[in-house]
C-alpha cells in the first residue's frame, strides 16, 4: 500500500484538475468504458498517474491493476466509476477511506427515472456522509485538456481558454464542431454535469472562475436545481472572467411561473432570462452561437463602456446589413469627430463613404494597405470603442490577384499592432473566412476574431459592448446574496388584509402615502373630512379578492359615511356572507402613468421584483421586467429603462413627468423587503400612480407563507 | 451584314437568357472588363454567340472583332457595355437600331452621384426612346448558368434552381460561399440591379417567375424605386413559386415613415415588414441565412397547412434545443395520436421519451435503421406535417463504428423514400454536417436538407411552414392593385372638417354611428335632447388639432346648449382668434377597448392601413401592424391576430368580448376606402371602441392631398 504526496489543493478542484486517477471497474475490452478511459488518457497523454481497478487485477494496456479500492494508494485527486448504478454508493465509501477527493459516475439509472429514485437517495446519502465530490451520476465526464485528464472518449480536442459546463454529452461534439468549422478557440476543460447529485452549476462556475487560465465559462444547461446559488457565483465570477449561457427547455420550463400573479407576467421565461443576466451572464439565444460568443469574449478584449463603433467596409451591401444587425441589437454606431470625417476624406477620396459606416469602395482592390490607415484613424477617434471591418478582408488575393497575399498578410500584421497599440478591439467579418487564409490568421493570434457572418460578427460585438458595461459598473452591482436566508415554510399561504399589508411594508420604508382603515361609518366620514379633498374608499375583506367587482370600491369620495355604507351593501349582495372588516380611506391619487411594482418568491431564483406598466391591462401588455433581490440604485434604474414604460415617464404627449430617481428608490427598497422577508410569497402594487408628486402604490397586497409548523 | 434568327421572346426573357450577346468595349487587355466578359464567356462555355466591338477591329480569343455597332448582325438578344459612362446613352440608341434587346451597363458614374445627374437623365431618356431594356448602370452583371451566359466574372458558380436579384455584387459572392458551405443549391442565374435606371426588382420578379426552371427567386435589396409594383409582383409569383428577400439598409431608410401619425407609430421598418410579407415574401432577417432558406424552399416540399412538427432526437440536449427555437418562431409541436405514441413506446422501449420531441436515446447508436420505423410512424400521423431529425444522424460510423457507414447510407435512402411516398417533408440537422458523410447527400439529393444549426433547421421549417400555408390561402388574398390608379397631387394638404371626414367615409361604407353636427347652442341642445342619452361634444375648428388639450372636448354632456357656449368659450381663452365652426355631438360610447385603424399613403408602397392599440399611449405601445390596401377579409383577420390587442378582444378579465367579423369588415372597408381614394394622405380613426355593440370610430380625422394644379 502506498500514498501519492498530500494535495493541498480543495476537493473540487482535485476533481477538476486531478493529477491522479483511479479507473474503478477498468476492463480489458475494448468496448467497454473502463477500457476506453484509460487507452483515453494514454492517447491524450495524461501527465498523471492512472491506477486501474478491477477484482480480476492483471494488466491493462501495460498498467498493473489493482483489486481492490482498498489497495489504493492513499489521496488521489479523482476516480472514475465505470461500474453498474447499484455499485456506486459503496464505492464511494469506500474511495472517502482512500482520501480519494472526488469520483466521476457515468452509470444512469438514478433520479432521472423513477425505478431509480431509492438509489438515488443512497448516493445521495454517501456523498453526505463521505465528503467525496460527485460529478454525475449519468454523466459522459469530464477533461482538462492541458493535463491531458481526459474522461469523456472525445479525442484531438482543440486546447484553448474556454471551460465548458453542459448536462448533455452531445454538446461537447456540437461544440467542438462549431470551434472547428469557425477556426474558434479550444477547451481548457470540459465537465459534464450530468445528474448533479452533488456538484452544481455553481459549483462549477466558482471553482473555474479561480482558474487564471480560464478565460470564459461556458454553460449549457436545461434548468438548475439551485437558481440562486448560481446567481451569487456568476455574480462574483464576472468580475472576473466573462460567463456564457446556453440554455435548453426555456420553452418548457416556464409553466411554474405562471402560479403568481407576477409570474404570470413573466411569459415562461421573462424572470429566468432577466436574473441570468443580472448576475452578468451573457445568454446565448442560438445553439450555433455558444462556441462563438464564448470564444471571442476569452479572447478579444471588451469594448471600452460608452464607446460606440465604427464599421469599415469594402462595398456598401455588407456595410448596410452590418449597421441594420447593429441596430436590431441596440449597438450604437460611434459618432466620428469632424476631424476624423475630413481625414477620411483625403484619404479615401470622394467616391467613399466617410460618415460611419466607411466604406472605401474599390480603394483597397488592389492594395489592403489604406485598411491600416484608415483604421489608425479610427481608432484614435475618441468616440471609437471597436472596430468592425465587413466585406472581403483576406480574400483580396483571391478575388483580385494572387500576388495581394503578402501585401494581406503584412496588413493583417499592422492592423493587430494598432489593435494592440489603441487598446481597443476589433472584430474581421470576411466572406472568405471559410477559406482560412494566412492573413486571418494572424489577426486571430492577435486577439482580432475573423468570422464569416455578419450576424455573428455583430452578435459577438453586442457582447464585448455588454461585456465592457458590466466591468466598468461592477462594483455598483448587487451580490445577489440575501438579507436574511430562507426559511422553511409549510406549503400554506395566507393574504394580509390590505391594513395589515400596508403597515408591513411602511415598516420597511416604503411610503405609500396617506390612508386611513375605518371600521365604522363614522370614522369613514372622519378620515375623508381629515384629508379634505375627494377620497377613495376601499373595502377591506377577506372573502373579497377584486375589490372593483363586488361593488367594493368607491371614487371621488365626499361623504365617507355614505361610502361605506353603500360598499357594505353592494359586497354583501354580491359575496353572500362577506365579512367586512371596514374600509380603506385614501385621498385620491392625481392622473398619472400606472405601472406595476411587485415582487414574487421565484422557487428557482428566490425572491424577484417586477416592474412593468400597470393597471388592469398588464398581462396582456406584458411589459413587465425583473430583477433579482436585492438589487442596487444602478440596477433599478437599469430595470426602469428596459421597460416601454420608460418611454413615457419623460412628459410623453402632455403627461406628468416623472422622478426616476424616487421610482428606483421605491424598487430598490422593494428589493430590500423582498431579501429580508423569507415569508413573502408575493407582493403586489398595482397600479403605482406616477407623476408630478411622485410615485404612489394605490393599491397593496401581500401573500406570506405559512409559518412552518416543523 | 448579317441577321440572326428572329427571337420571338419579350426582351427581358432574351436579355435575361441572351442566346447571343455583343460585347461592346471589348479589350485585348487582360486587365480590362472587356476582356474578362468574352474570357468568363468562354470559360463558362456559352453555347450562344459571342460579338465582341471594337474600333479597332482584329481579335480577341479567336473571336473576329466588330469595327462599329452598326455592323452588329440584326436583333441580338443583350450587348454587355464596357465602356466609359458618357459613352453609354449614344450606344444604347444605336443599339436599338440593331435590334438588340436588351443592355447590362457597368459604368458607374450615374444617379449614385450629383455630378452624374445629367448622364443619368439622358440615359433614362435613351432607354425611354429605344425601348433597350437597361440592367445597370453600376452593375456587377448577369449570369445564366445553363447557356454559360456569364457576364459577372466569376468563375465555377454551382447550377441549381435559385434566380438571385442583388444591388451588390459582393452579395453575389456571399451567397456563394454560403451554398458551398452549406451544401445548398446552387444558381439558375443571377442579375445585379445596379442602379435600376431601367430593370428593376418587380421586373426581375414577373420575369422570373414565369420560368419553370426558377425554383426560387431569391433577393437582396437595399430599398425600392416601385414597391406597389414588386408587391404586386410578388403576390402574383407567390403562386407558383416562392420568394425571399434579405433587405439591408432597413435602419436608416425609416425616417420618413415618421412623417405620418400613423407613419411615427411603425418604427423605421414597420410599414415595410408587415407589407412584403403580405405579398408573400419570405424576410429572411439575417444575412446569413438567405441562401440557406432560398436552398431549402426550392427544393424541398412545404409543410401540409395545419398540420405541426415532429422532433426526432438522438439525444435530449439537441430535442430541447430545438424545441425552444420552435417556439420562439411560433412552430408548433404536432400532437401526436395516442396509437402513435403506443407504437413508438413499443418499438424504442422505455428509455425512450415518445411524446414529440422524441428522442430514441441511444437506441440508434449501433444501429440507425430504427429512425427509418420512428420516422414512418411520425409520418403516418394525421398531425405530423414535417418530421424533423437533430443530433448525430449520419455522424453514427465516425462517432462509433466505422462499420455503421454502409447503415447509415441505406438509412438514408429508406428516409428518402418514405418522405416521397408520404408527401411530407424531412429535415436533418446534424452536428456532423460539416464532416459531408455520404448519407447526408443521399438525402439532400432527395429534397431532404441537412443543416449543421438547429437555428438554422428551425428557420427553414418556419418558412416551409409559412409557404405551406400561403399555398393553401392564396386564393383568399388580394392582388394589391388598387382600385383606382394613383393620381399626381401638388404636394399641399389639407385637413378635413370632422363632419366633412365623417361624411366622407360614411359614403365608403365605414360606420361612424350616430353624430350631428350643431352649429349654433340651441343645435347642440337638440341634438343632445334628440339622442336622449348623455353625449360627447367636440369641437369643429380649422385651428384646433389637439382638440382635448384647449378644452374643446366634454363629455357625458345633457345640456347641449350650455357645452357648446362653455367649448367656444375655452377654445377663444386657449386659441385667440379660433374660429368655432360649431361642434360634433355624439351618443356617448360604452365602456371598450380602445383600437387604432388608420390608413396612409405610404411613399413606396402606396395606399397602407394600420391596426393596433389605439388611444393616447398609441406610439408609446407601438402595438400596430400594417396592410397594404386592398386587402381582403382573411387578410384582414390575420391582421388582428398578429397585435397584441388581439388577445384582449376575446373577453380579457371583464372586458366585453369584440365580434372579430365586424372589426375585419371595418378594416376591409377602410382599405378598400384608402385603395380607391388616391388623394388620401392619412386616415386616423383614433380610438376606435369595441365592445359588444360593435367597433365605432370615436374620431375621424382625414387628409387629403391638394388637387394638382397640374
Known amino acids: 500500500m502506498t500514498t501519492v504526496p498530500q494535495d493541498v489543493r480543495a476537493p473540487l478542484t482535485r476533481l477538476f484538475d486531478p493529477r491522479s486517477i483511479a479507473v474503478i471497474g477498468a476492463s480489458t475490452d475494448p468496448a467497454k468504458r473502463g477500457f476506453q478511459v484509460i487507452n483515453g488518457l494514454l492517447r491524450s497523454h495524461f501527465t498523471g498517474r492512472i491506477v486501474p481497478v478491477n477484482p480480476r487485477g492483471g494488466t491493462i494496456l501495460g498498467l498493473p491493476v489493482l483489486r481492490e479500492i482498498a489497495e489504493l494508494p492513499f489521496g488521489l485527486d479523482a476516480a472514475l466509476l465505470a461500474i453498474p448504478a447499484k455499485a456506486v454508493p459503496g464505492v464511494i465509501r469506500q474511495l472517502a477511506g482512500r482520501g480519494v477527493a472526488g469520483a466521476v459516475v457515468l452509470a444512469n439509472g438514478f433520479g432521472e427515472t423513477a425505478a431509480g429514485a431509492p438509489l438515488d437517495a443512497d448516493l445521495k446519502a454517501a456523498i453526505a456522509e463521505s465528503g467525496v465530490r460527485v460529478v454525475g451520476p449519468n454523466t459522459s465526464g ?392 375627494p377620497c377613495a374608499v376601499k373595502v377591506v375583506s377577506s372573502q373579497v379578492v377584486h375589490k372593483s367587482d363586488v361593488g367594493g370600491v368607491r371614487l371621488d369620495v365626499t361623504d365617507g359615511e355614505s361610502a361605506f355604507r353603500s360598499i357594505v351593501d353592494s359586497v354583501r349582495a354580491a359575496v353572500s356572507g362577506a365579512d367586512v372588516m371596514g374600509v380603506v380611506v385614501t385621498p385620491m391619487a392625481g392622473r398619472g402613468i400606472e405601472l406595476i411594482v411587485g415582487a414574487t418568491a421565484d422557487p428557482i431564483f428566490g425572491p424577484v421584483v417586477a416592474f412593468g406598466s400597470g393597471g388592469m391591462l398588464v398581462e396582456a401588455r406584458g411589459d413587465v421586467t425583473f430583477r433579482a433581490a436585492p438589487f442596487t440604485r444602478l440596477e433599478a434604474m437599469e430595470m426602469i429603462d428596459e421597460t416601454a414604460a420608460s418611454k413615457v415617464l419623460d412628459g410623453y404627449r402632455g403627461l406628468p413627468k416623472v422622478d426616476r430617481e424616487r421610482l428606483a428608490t421605491l424598487l430598490v427598497r422593494v428589493g430590500d423587503f423582498a431579501a429580508s422577508t423569507p415569508r413573502l410569497r408575493e407582493l403586489d402594487l398595482n397600479p403605482v400612480i406616477a407623476n408630478f408628486d411622485g410615485v404612489l402604490p394605490l393599491d397593496v397586497r401581500i401573500v406570506l407563507a405559512e409559518e412552518s409548523s416543523t
Open 142 to 533: 469530464l477533461l482538462t485538456v492541458a493535463s491531458g485528464a481526459n474522461l469523456v472518449g472525445v479525442a484531438d480536442v482543440p486546447a484553448g481558454p474556454v471551460a465548458l459546463v453542459t448536462q448533455s454529452g452531445n454538446m461537447l461534439l456540437t461544440f467542438l464542431a462549431d470551434v472547428r468549422a469557425n477556426r474558434m478557440p479550444g477547451l481548457h476543460s470540459y465537465i459534464g454535469l450530468g445528474n448533479q447529485a452533488d456538484v452544481g452549476f455553481a459549483d462549477c462556475v466558482r471553482e473555474l472562475a479561480a482558474r487564471s487560465d480560464v478565460g470564459v465559462i461556458a454553460l449549457h444547461a436545461e434548468g438548475f436545481k439551485e437558481g440562486r446559488s448560481l446567481l451569487i457565483a456568476a455574480a462574483q465570477a464576472a468580475r472576473e472572467r466573462p460567463v456564457v449561457l446556453l440554455r435548453g427547455g426555456r420553452s418548457t420550463a416556464g409553466a411554474r411561473t405562471a402560479l403568481s400573479h407576477t409570474g404570470s407576467v413573466a411569459g415562461p421565461d421573462g424572470v429566468a432570462r432577466a436574473v441570468l443576466t443580472q448576475a452578468g451572464i451573457e445568454l446565448v439565444e442560438r445553439s450555433d452561437e455558444l462556441a462563438i460568443v464564448a470564444g471571442v469574449l476569452a479572447t478579444t478584449a471588451p469594448i471600452p463602456d460608452g464607446l460606440g463603433i465604427a464599421v469599415l467596409s469594402d462595398g456598401g451591401g455588407h456595410a448596410s446589413l452590418t449597421v441594420d444587425a447593429l441596430a436590431d441589437r441596440d449597438v450604437p454606431l460611434a459618432n466620428l469627430a469632424a476631424a476624423t470625417r475630413d481625414r477620411l476624406a483625403e484619404l479615401l477620396g470622394p467616391a467613399a463613404a466617410v460618415a460611419n459606416p466607411i466604406d472605401v469602395a474599390g480603394a483597397t482592390d488592389a492594395d489592403p494597405s489604406p485598411f491600416v490607415d484608415v483604421a489608425r484613424l479610427l481608432m484614435a477617434d475618441p468616440a471609437v470603442g471597436l472596430v468592425l471591418v465587413v466585406g472581403m478582408y483576406g480574400g483580396y488575393h483571391l478575388r483580385f490577384d494572387p500576388r495581394l497575399q503578402v501585401e494581406e498578410e503584412a496588413t493583417s500584421r499592422r492592423l493587430a499592432e494598432l489593435s494592440r497599440e489603441s487598446g481597443k478591439p476589433m472584430i474581421v467579418q470576411s466572406l472568405f473566412a471559410r477559406d482560412m487564409p494566412a492573413s486571418h490568421d494572424i489577426l486571430r493570434a492577435s486577439g482580432i476574431p475573423v468570422l464569416a457572418s455578419i450576424d455573428h460578427a455583430v452578435r459577438v460585438v453586442s457582447a464585448l459592448r455588454r461585456r465592457g458595461h458590466r466591468l466598468a459598473t461592477a462594483t455598483e452591482r448587487s451580490s445577489l446574496e440575501l438579507h436574511t436566508p430562507p426559511e422553511s415554510a409549510s406549503g400554506g399561504t395566507r393574504v394580509l388584509a390590505e391594513p395589515a399589508a400596508r403597515e408591513f411594508i411602511e415598516s420597511a420604508g416604503i411610503d405609500v402615502g396617506d390612508w386611513v382603515f375605518a371600521a365604522t361609518p363614522a370614522e369613514a366620514r372622519a378620515a375623508v373630512a381629515r384629508f379634505g379633498v
